[in-house]
């Protein structure tokens, strides 16, 4: 009888050594990609920061010769973790600081941002429109809500990627066409920024060969671009035939 006893604990032992080793053995789950740097040889680095939770907090734009330096912070998101609020600041144009809210349709997608001038004055508001395939956006200056201009993307027919953008006046007279093809099937860093943040729609992968045309003179300027990817799928640099290239830094938390 005390031998069986002494067996059984002795099984346990066994048995709860087997479990820690289970247990310290769990791989740890895996770390989320994040976008650190984009280096745009023609204009300049954006930098991003992040909160604990790898949620996005702010975009440090370093400036040039031609753009003011700016940070951009998100101040709100909602629990779907959409952004809603956005602080811009310039260093050496305090007049031009702003703030951006963005609301949002009972589909979930944005409808309005409406953008604030440093004093708290209304200063013009964007507006978005939805139908079939494309996507389309109406710009109004203050609160007359003169239209200024607008722009239309159509994706391509799995709705991955957009395909063609056109540009418009304030009297709808179409101003440019861009059309995008030869998408690679690697992962385009639009998904790597939050919802909210940036008015145009995101791309699923990346375009390799545009076209745009001036519709005013008829001029039309095309070029491709070529990717260096990580083991990610995410690209670590763009080389431009026109020789603006982008390289591009991650984080993983």
């Known amino acids: ?36 740097t984009v280096n745009y040889s023609a204009v300049g680095v954006y930098t991003y920061t992040y909160d604990n939770s790898n949620m996005m907090q702010t975009e440090v734009y370093a400036g040039n010769a031609s753009n003011p330096a700016y940070t951009a912070t998100i101040t709100n998101y909602d629990t779907k973790g959409r952004v809603v609020e956005v602080k811009v600041e310039y260093p050496s144009f305090l007049g031009s600081n702003y703030k951006m809210v963005v609301s949002y349709n009972d589909d979930g997608k944005i409808e309005r941002k409406q953008r604030y001038d440093y004093t708290g004055g209304n200063a ?18 203050s609160a007359s809500g003169t239209l200024v201009s607008s722009d239309e993307s159509t994706f391509s027919a799995d709705g991955s990627n957009v395909v063609t953008y056109k540009t418009f006046n304030a009297s709808g007279t179409l101003i440019s066409t861009t059309d995008y093809s030869n998408f690679d099937t690697k992962k385009s860093t639009d998904g790597l920024l939050p919802y909210g943040y940036y008015d145009y729609p995101a791309n699923k ?25 990580n083991e990610d799928g995410y690209p670590l640099k763009r080389t431009a035939s026109t020789g603006a290239d982008i390289v591009y830094a991650y984080l993983k938390k």
């Open 205 to 229: 992968n990346n375009w390799q060969a545009l076209s745009r045309k001036n519709n005013t003179t008829g001029a039309v300027t095309s070029y491709t671009v070529t990717y260096d990817y």
């Open 124 to 141: 013009g508001f964007t507006q978005f429109f939805y139908s079939p395939g494309k996507v389309s956006t109406k710009l109004y200056s």
């Open 1 to 36: 009888m005390k031998a069986n006893k002494t067996l059984s604990a002795i099984a346990i032992i066994l048995l709860l050594a087997v479990s820690c080793k289970k247990s310290d053995s769990t791989p740890a789950p895996p770390q989320k990609t994040i976008l650190s």
